[in-house]
């Protein structure tokens, strides 16, 4: 793997950067094999876990992160990304950057000689699919389950659409008309999911959805960039709700995921949230794990 834009670069890794993430998180691999290596960490949205993982994750490692904001780099008054690619790749020795377009990172990476991560665009966000594995396969053991989306098929959905059909994990997308997955993606997903066994389907009827289902995800109905939709957003999701009783519906043991930040009584209801069944908070601990994991993978000599 040499750059980390959407999950289909990971395909042949997944299983291992799951391992190497497991093992950093027991200890089990504690060196320091980052010494000297510097990642830049461009943000041009906001950002709570991507940033605080990505910086404690690279110092844990022996490297230095930096964290460049897009509205102070040269980019916000216009320097062109190859520009900045270029001139970035003399000074580092990777980039993680959260952009508002899929193609701005892809441009990045067509002109940096350097790795380069993605921290979230608006079509995918590979990093949290990592945490969001390791996370199911702490809680349920292995990837033999179905898992149920409940919300908008956004950036994260497709890369946890990829994430399932790459681990054999069954996934249900359960939508309003209109806000399915990406094609592209959902499409590439049925093909991987013949290889590897997967069911993936996309239900507008939530409760058909979550039957028989091990983990419930949810995500914001409205998401960065997408704030001018907001009031018709909570008018078209209202019914995809995960609560107490979509719960109850689910398998008895049954997981609850959600990627944060929340907004409980959208969403989410804050008794899903801490109740028993949330996985939450470990799942928001393994961004930590699984962005090592990633680092480790790509920098490490
Ligand atoms: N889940 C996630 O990416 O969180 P942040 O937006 O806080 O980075
Ligand atoms: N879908 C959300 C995820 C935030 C981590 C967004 O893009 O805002």
């Given at each position: 793997m040499e750059n980390l834009l959407s999950m289909t670069d990971a395909k042949e890794e997944v299983q291992n950067i799951l391992d190497i993430a497991s093992r950093l998180k027991s200890g089990e691999i504690n060196d320091k094999p980052l010494t000297d290596k510097y990642l830049g960490m461009i943000f041009e949205k906001s950002s709570t876990r991507t940033r605080v993982s990505f910086e404690v994750g690279m110092q844990q490692l022996g490297g230095t992160p930096l964290y460049l904001s897009s509205n102070d780099l040269q980019i916000g008054r216009g320097e062109p990304i190859s520009d900045t690619a270029r001139v970035l790749s003399r000074f580092l020795d990777c980039i993680m950057i959260r952009a508002k377009r899929h193609d701005t990172v892809a441009e990045l990476i067509e002109h940096a000689d350097i790795p380069i991560i993605n921290g979230l665009t608006d079509k995918e966000h590979p990093c949290q699919t990592f945490a969001d594995l390791l996370t199911i396969k702490e809680y349920l053991g292995d990837f033999n389950k179905k898992f149920v989306f409940v919300g908008d098929g956004n950036n994260v959905c497709n890369s946890l659409l990829l994430g399932a059909a790459y681990t054999g994990m069954d996934m249900t997308v359960a939508c309003?008309?209109?806000?399915?997955?990406?094609a592209e993606i959902y499409k590439l997903a049925l093909e991987e999911a013949k290889e590897t066994g997967s069911v993936i389907t996309v239900e507008h009827d939530v409760h058909k959805a979550v039957e028989n289902a091990d983990i419930l995800y949810t995500d914001v109905w409205?998401?960065?960039?997408?704030e001018e939709e907001a009031e018709e957003r909570q008018r078209v999701f209202k019914d995809y709700q995960i609560n107490a009783q979509l719960l109850s519906e689910a398998n008895s043991n049954a997981i609850v995921m959600h990627c944060l930040p929340a907004i409980r009584g959208q969403e989410i209801t804050d008794d899903v949230m801490t109740s028993p069944q949330s996985a939450i908070w470990d799942q928001a601990e393994n961004r930590l794990h699984a962005q090592k994991a990633i680092l480790y993978l790509l920098l490490k000599e």
């Open positions: 309003p008309e209109g806000y399915e997955p990406n409205v998401s960065m960039g997408d």
